[in-house]
T-cell receptor, first 114, second 112 residues
Framework: NAGVMQNPRHLVRRRGQEARLRCSPMKGHSHVYWYRQLPEEGLKFMVYLQKENIIDESGMPKERFSAEFPKEGPSILRIQQVVRGDSAAYFC????????????FGNGTRLTVT | LAKTTQPISMDSYEGQEVNITCSHNNIATNDYITWYQQFPSQGPRFIIQGYKTKVKNEVASLFIPADRKSSTLSLPRVSLSDTAVYYCLVGPGSGGYQKVTFGTGTKLQVIP
């Protein structure tokens, strides 16, 4: 059973470009979370999605950031017009959705904005 | 929301047992306690989860007292490869994980 798959592992973008980060949850998991982590810091919640629905996007900046989890295909975190401050590691996690189901994480996408 | 408090860092020699304690005074009735391990440049890896008393798996043990206001992760006979950051999470209760916060974790350094 494959774990949570994220790609690309590393992404370099120039300021003003768009970044697209993809996440395929574990098989059977319909709940996806995106987190952002800066060096030496903990993970910060960004957005929580279920298939075709955004459940909570309270941790995501209102401008330039968007997320989706379509009926078919991976979840996508999209950052438009990237700025240097967007440089970070972005992690995706999935769960079965029951109240005691633990999160399972991918190995992240490290975004560098030059 | 249950806030967690862990030591920022710990050092241990190889072969010793390591106990990392997490305080979570306002844990809710439906909350579970979950521990994760994170290596540099990797995502957090699930270690163990419990609700009360003691849970044990092939990697670690988790001790939770009756009042559930704290928990202790026990790693038997650590090796250099156990050097990592360990996070204690409390939740998600009846909701999702969006309200569950990762603190800065405990940075464990295993010394040869």
């Amino acid at each position: 059973n494959a774990g949570v798959m994220q790609n690309p592992r590393h992404l370099v973008r120039r300021r003003g470009q768009e970044a697209r980060l993809r996440c395929s949850p574990m098989k059977g998991h319909s709940h996806v979370y995106w987190y952002r982590q800066l060096p030496e810091e903990g993970l910060k919640f960004m957005v929580y999605l279920q298939k075709e629905n955004i459940i909570d996007e309270s941790g995501m900046p209102k401008e330039r950031f968007s997320a989706e989890f379509p009926k078919e295909g991976p979840s996508i975190l999209r950052i438009q017009q990237v700025v240097r401050g967007d440089s970070a590691a972005y992690f995706c996690a999935s769960s079965e959705g029951q109240f005691n189901s633990p999160l399972h994480f991918g190995n992240g996408t490290r975004l560098t904005v030059t | 929301l249950a806030k967690t408090t862990q030591p920022i860092s710990m050092d241990s020699y190889e072969g010793q047992e390591v106990n990392i304690t997490c305080s979570h005074n306002n844990i809710a009735t439906n909350d579970y306690i979950t521990w994760y391990q994170q290596f540099p440049s990797q995502g957090p890896r699930f270690i163990i989860q419990g609700y009360k008393t003691k849970v044990k798996n092939e990697v670690a043990s988790l001790f939770i007292p009756a009042d559930r206001k704290s928990s202790t992760l026990s790693l038997p006979r650590v090796s250099l490869s156990d050097t990592a950051v360990y996070y204690c999470l409390v939740g998600p209760g009846s909701g999702g994980y969006q309200k569950v916060t990762f603190g800065t974790g405990t940075k464990l350094q295993v010394i040869p």
